[in-house]
């Protein structure tokens, strides 16, 4: 069965940083392009960024340009995300996702990052 | 590429169909019709219910079709049933430099 399982998530005063994992099991992982998205408290979903298979092609919504990076490791069927200068709007559920706009897309769960002093 | 729009709401009673509206889908979606729809229980991660404007995946009720008009993408659930009761997103492919865009949400509740 396709699972993908996200972690690293937590609480962090404002311009910490954090690093979420997502592993993936299933499916190969490299065949896929892979996304990051995101859901504030009480608001609607958000796209936030996405890689390529090969890693060639990274993309990042305006609002953690310059403060987010996006990686994988096909070798480990995993996908990261780097978040530093995180703010109290960066707040949300963070889900991993795989094939955004295809017939083969799975969500994770999410993770939980709140960002408070 | 700002949010797409989708109504706040949308309702109806058991075996009624509804219809639900995502507008502002980019030309650059072209003739793929990059646009997806996913249904989120409160507490459960999205799930899949239409891909590529039209098609639905194995699993997926019958119940759940979709369609698209211009910059215009649609989402009907008939015969309506009380686990349908949930909120529902488009998602479509917007260009080249941020390849993604969501639409508001829309909650549908079953009356």
């Known amino acids: 069965d396709v699972q993908l399982v996200e972690s690293g998530g937590g609480l962090v005063k404002p311009g910490g940083s954090l690093r979420l994992s997502c592993v993936a099991s299933g499916f190969t992982l490299i065949t896929f392009d892979m996304n990051w998205v995101r859901q504030a408290p009480g608001k609607g979903l958000e796209w936030v960024s996405s890689?390529?298979?090969?890693?060639?092609?990274?993309f990042y919504s305006d609002s953690v340009r310059g403060r987010y990076t996006i990686s994988r490791d096909n070798a480990k069927n995993s996908l990261y995300l780097q978040m530093n200068g995180l703010r109290a709007e960066d707040t949300a559920v963070y889900y991993c996702v795989r094939d955004l706009t295809g017939m083969e897309a799975y969500w994770g769960q999410g993770i939980l990052v709140t960002v408070s002093s | 590429q700002s949010a797409l729009t989708q109504p706040a709401s949308v309702s109806g009673s058991p075996g009624q169909s509804i219809t639900i509206s995502c507008t502002g889908i980019s030309s650059a979606v072209g003739t793929y019709n990059l646009v997806s729809w996913f249904q989120v229980h409160l507490g459960k991660a999205p799930k899949l219910v239409i891909y590529e404007a039209i098609k639905r995946p194995s699993g997926v009720s019958n119940r759940f079709s979709g369609s698209k008009s211009g910059n215009t993408a649609s989402l009907t659930i008939s015969g309506l049933q009380a686990e349908d009761e949930a909120d529902y997103y488009c998602c479509s492919f917007a260009g080249s430099s941020t390849p993604y865009v969501f639409g508001t949400g829309t909650k549908v509740t079953v009356l």
């Open positions: 890689i390529s298979g090969s890693s060639k092609h990274i």
